[in-house]
């Protein structure tokens, strides 16, 4: 049983440009997150993913957008980047996104912006 | 401003010895409080959560005390090993919103 995937696992970028990244939920599970963690920081919630729509948001300006697939994977694009958004970017799924369920995290990927 | 707040920053604890780590929340709306074991190059893993309603919970080494009224709750490994040493994350959420608040973390090094 595959657990979240997420590609790529390391993405270097220069400041404006744009990015995507992707994830493969575990196998079952209809809902992903994703969450932003700088460097010696707990993950950051950026927004939460299901049936398609972007159900939950948190404090992340407009530049983080995402896309949710009929086959349940995700992408998280980010316009206009800033240095400030060097980060490792986690996806977790889980189901049913209002039972609180146990949320399975990906290995990430790595973001440097120059 | 950080919804959970986590001490310390960093543990250094002998091998059989126990680590303790504290979280403090305000949002009293917070209901569900699990801990995740993150270790070099992995995403968090889920160690163990407990809810309001229970003021202790234990699943092996790893121990959850939670104090509603304090709005506190700790985390206890027993009998450290060095295969413990990583970094521990608390986190809180509340009903109907899947969305989790981490605390800032906390390295622990468990010596042999």
């Known amino acids: 049983d595959a657990g979240v995937t997420q590609s790529p696992t390391h993405l270097i970028k220069t400041r404006g440009q744009q990015v995507t990244l992707r994830c493969s939920p575990k196998?079952?599970?209809?809902?992903v997150s994703w969450y932003q963690q700088a460097l010696g920081q707990g993950p950051q919630f950026i927004f939460q993913?299901?049936?398609?729509?972007?159900?939950q948001r948190g404090n992340f300006p407009d530049r983080f957008s995402g896309h949710q697939f009929p086959n349940y994977s995700s992408e998280l694009n980010v316009n206009a980047l800033l240095l400030g958004d060097s980060a490792l970017y986690l996806c977790?799924?889980?189901?049913?996104?209002?039972?609180?369920?146990?949320?399975?995290f990906g290995p990430g990927t790595r973001l440097l912006v120059l | 401003q950080q919804q959970v707040k986590q001490s310390p920053q960093s543990l250094i604890v002998q091998k059989g010895g126990i680590s303790i780590i504290n979280c403090a929340y305000e949002?009293?709306?917070?209901?569900?409080f699990p801990w995740y074991q993150q270790f070099p190059g992995k995403g968090p893993a889920l160690l163990i959560a407990?809810?309001?309603?229970?003021s202790e919970k234990k699943e092996g080494r790893f121990t959850i005390s939670f104090n509603k009224s304090a709005k506190q709750f700790s985390l206890h490994i027993m009998d450290s090993q060095p295969g413990d040493s990583a970094t521990y994350f608390c986190a809180a959420s509340t009903t109907g919103a899947n969305n989790l608040f981490f605390g800032t973390g906390t390295r622990l090094t468990v010596i042999p």
């Open positions: 977790a799924s889980s189901l049913n996104p209002g039972a609180q369920e146990t949320q399975y």
């Open positions: 949002n009293t709306a917070f209901d569900y």
């Open positions: 993913y299901y049936e398609e729509e972007e159900r």
């Open positions: 407990i809810r309001p309603d229970v």
């Open positions: 196998s079952g599970h209809d809902t």
